[in-house]
């Protein structure tokens, strides 16, 4: 499966425009971490779309693209709790945003991709705003639901407690 | 000699605990609600688990009741730093249970914290987080925000009711009785809750474009953390995820709304609106806030990060205003915050040590108490440099004229000195621990003034002394020391009186 999709990776980037070709590949991390150092630059940037896709009336799709541990190992599916996400704001035009499949919230993984565009650190038209303005998505993996079991013992347990409070404050009367 | 507290003293207050408990048990039906609706079912069973030990402890509580309930100061100052112990505890049930903590004093931090209205968190993965779940962290930041005890005031009336409300750090009855008072408050904030939704939610349908339900979602999400200044957020990148001025406009108005006391806003609602600025604490607030933003702004112009005045107005005003009224909020991640030295640094640290203005949602300590400070400073001042004789005034304006007396100026400087030893030890744990003292400052100001922004100092892996530490300055910040003081009193009479 691995080997699919780096063939697949490959290909994309086979098939992509030439300034994307150029791009430095860095990670969301290093992005965060080297955020005035990358000023300006192209990169690609692979993570998983999360929270909600802001289409909006200037013609740009707003979301948040994530590079973390939870990318590849959701807790959902038993990954385990590390620390805060990593994620930084991108932007792209709407065109290629359609088709998408819905960003990563409880329950489902957003689609990962690998997004090409310009870092723009404290850009002076979006009144110092820091985000990514995506030239070119190649997705790499698509969304998915996160199945969920409900926790019997759980429920159950605090259903009898609800009970034994209602049995104790109907049994004897009040002040 | 100490007195060693009796059966019914420990009645008395399992009495009141127990119908603040009740009253908790009804609030965590809205989260069970919520999940219910939407089919999130294991935060379904967790929040069914918390509402029903709620549910126990407090008719358990309420049938302790003695032949005579009478709360005196003691106890009430008892039940209200035990409730604000014991509901994180209970309200860390749904956190924990949700798999997004490491360790269960992660879940009870993250609970601490939205309680006392911080906004620091342990939580890993926010970005997958149940939306009960969320709603449930943010609803306690309302509570907390609100007061949990003022919360149970609006609907027990009785006896007491005074001794809890000054407990919980309010030292202002604007209107005759406790539970009058108490439910302004509440009409307020419910006020403040259907504007604040409609306009968050109405920018991110009609501007950022978001599902009208995620609009809603985010508009109610924000809100509960903005106006009760708590910072939460529902996606990691805080404010800055809507990448929209309008929306952090809005934002920013419900954090000067939440930090203003409740005096303040009755002043608005019905009293001549003039008088509000006369007042020591309004015109000690702005001078403030003016200063540390002047201070961030020159700061952040020496290091070039903005290569705008737009941008450098903008994010500077934002973070200022999220320091200065103790939210938490941020439009920048912490790894450039960390890195804002000099007077940015000292501006922002500055700001959140102040704090918003009393009796408000706000932490630090308080617009009220720095005012005082340095009129008492200046009179001192001016007592050496005048004539023997003369008589320096010691009048100032605070809903009416007021006077400095020996006593105000005792509890005033011994607050404002507790806050500072606090600051301190919490810094002094962080160095203790190999954290530069810039990052140790920043990090304990912010856990003790209530204010929730962070330069990555707290995190999962940090050592759980200081994350003990960071719970105990949040607890003690946000209840001003006395309540504290006096439950570790009440421990010591029972452990040594006769």
Known sequence: MRNLLRTLIATGFVLLPGPALAAEEVSVEEVVEQAADLAGEEVTVE?????????RDDGWMWTQLNGDVYVH???????????????????????????????????????????????????????????????????????RHLSEDADWGVIVSGALLISGAAGIWFARPRE | MLIRPVGDDFRVIAFYMGRIFLVIAGAGILPLAWAAVAREWNPFGSFLLMTGLFALLGVIGVRLAPRESKLNWSHGMVVVALTWLIVPVIGAIPLLLSGHFGRPLDAFFDAVSGLTTTGLSLLGDVDHLASSLNFWRHMLQFLGGQGIILAALSIFAGTGGITLYFGEARDERILPSVTSTARFIWAVSVVHLVFGVTALGLVGWLVLGFDIDRAAFHGLMIFFAGFDTGGFSPQSTSVGYYHSAIFESFTSVLMVAGAMSFGLHYALWRGPRRAVFANLETRTILSTFGLTMALTLLGLAATDVFVSAAGLTRQGFFQILSAHTGTGFSTVPSIELAGWGGLAFGGMAIAMALGGMGSSTAGGVKSLRIGLTIKTVVNQIRQVLLPEHAVVGTAYHQSGRKHLTPNL??????????????????????????????????????????????????????????????????????????????????????????
């Open chain 1, 47 to 55: 993570g998983e779309l999360v929270g909600d896709y802001g289409f």
């Open chain 1, 73 to 143: 190992e959701p807790i959902r599916e038993g990954g385990s709790p590390l620390g805060a996400n990593t994620g930084i704001g991108i932007r792209m035009p709407i065109e290629l945003a359609q088709g998408l499949d819905p960003p990563g919230r409880y329950r489902s993984r957003g689609p990962v991709v690998l997004a090409t565009g310009t870092w723009k650190y404290h850009d002076p038209e979006r009144q110092g705003e820091s985000f990514l303005e995506v030239e070119s998505l190649i997705v790499v993996e698509p969304g």
């Open chain 2, 409 to 498: 100026i005792q509890s005033v400087m011994t607050i404002s000195l507790l806050y500072v030893a606090l600051y301190l030890l919490g810094a002094g744990m962080g160095l203790a621990y190999g954290i530069p003292l810039q990052s140790a400052l920043f990090e304990s100001v912010s856990a003790s003034a209530n204010v929730g922004l962070s330069i990555g100092v707290t995190d999962p892996s940090m050592p759980i002394p200081l994350e003990l530490v960071y719970m105990l300055q949040m607890w003690a910040g946000r209840l001003e020391f006395v309540a504290v003081f006096s439950l570790l009193g009440f421990v010591y009479a029972w452990a040594r009186g006769k």
